[in-house]
T-cell receptor
Framework: DTAVSQTPKYLVTQMGNDKSIKCEQN?????MYWYKQDSKKFLKIMFS???????INETVPNRFSPKSPDKAHLNLHINSLELGDSAVYFC??????????????FGPGTRLTVL | RKEVEQDPGPFNVPEGATVAFNCTYS??????FFWYRQDCRKEPKLLMS???SGNEDGRFTAQLNRASQYISLLIRDSKLSDSATYLC???????????FGSGTQLTVLP
């Protein structure tokens, strides 16, 4: 059973489009995250979210927005896609809200290519 | 200076070799430290946390040097299956920030 799952695995789209990536975790974790890994392999946190607090990395453009219908899901919506958005996006979850003391469980990633 | 800096490698070593990676961090207030492993085109997975006194898990040993602001990972008796990218991860509570290094690529050769 997959602990953290993402769909789609690959996403190819045109500039200017709006797209969503879905994430689900069945670990019962309280906190979920979105990360972006660029072509240079830097993995940067975009958002962390639990049912009480959304923490946004200030460098993330407001074209990106997380949406959480419930504790087990955190979807990523991207508006007006740009070429620079091409990357691998990882969803993750952890138990508890203390970011520094909890193992991050990552999903398999979504490879986004913007043409 | 990058917040978390690693030698990208690649490190190509024969099976059975001992290899060490270092990682430096710029925020002296950093509190927690980790090594993650990422296989090619896969997601990162926690390898081990790094404790102040140093810690060992089988063939893997992690060390922390707060004075010099670096952490290290030592792999003894390398296996082919150790081939991966090793990510250094640093948490700063004051900034509420988890920062990943860009990773060090290791290839263990038969």
């Amino acid at each position: 059973d997959t602990a953290v799952s993402q769909t789609p695995k690959y996403l190819v789209t045109q500039m200017g489009n709006d797209k969503s990536i879905k994430c689900e975790q069945n670990l019962g974790h309280d906190t979920m995250y979105w990360y972006k890994q660029d072509s240079k392999k830097f993995l940067k946190i975009m958002f962390s979210y639990n049912n009480k607090e959304l923490i946004i990395n200030e460098t993330v453009p407001n074209r990106f927005s997380p949406k959480s219908p419930d504790k087990a899901h955190l979807n990523l919506h991207i508006n007006s896609l740009e070429l620079g958005d091409s990357a691998v996006y990882f969803c993750a979850s952890s138990q508890g809200v203390r970011l520094g003391n909890n193992e991050q469980f990552f999903g398999p990633g979504t490879r986004l290519t913007v043409l | 200076r990058k917040e978390v800096e690693q030698d990208p490698g690649p490190f190509n070593v024969p099976e059975g070799a001992t290899v060490a990676f270092n990682c430096t961090y710029s925020n002296s207030a950093s509190q927690s430290f980790f090594w993650y492993r990422q296989d090619c085109r896969k997601e990162p997975k926690l390898l081990m946390s790094v404790y102040s006194s140093g810690n060992e898990d089988g063939r893997f040993t992690a060390q922390l040097n707060r004075a010099s602001q670096y952490i290290s990972l030592l792999i003894r008796d390398s296996k082919l299956s150790d081939s991966a990218t090793y990510l250094c991860v640093v948490f700063s509570g004051s900034a509420r920030q988890l920062t990943f290094g860009s990773g060090t690529q290791l290839t263990v050769l038969p």
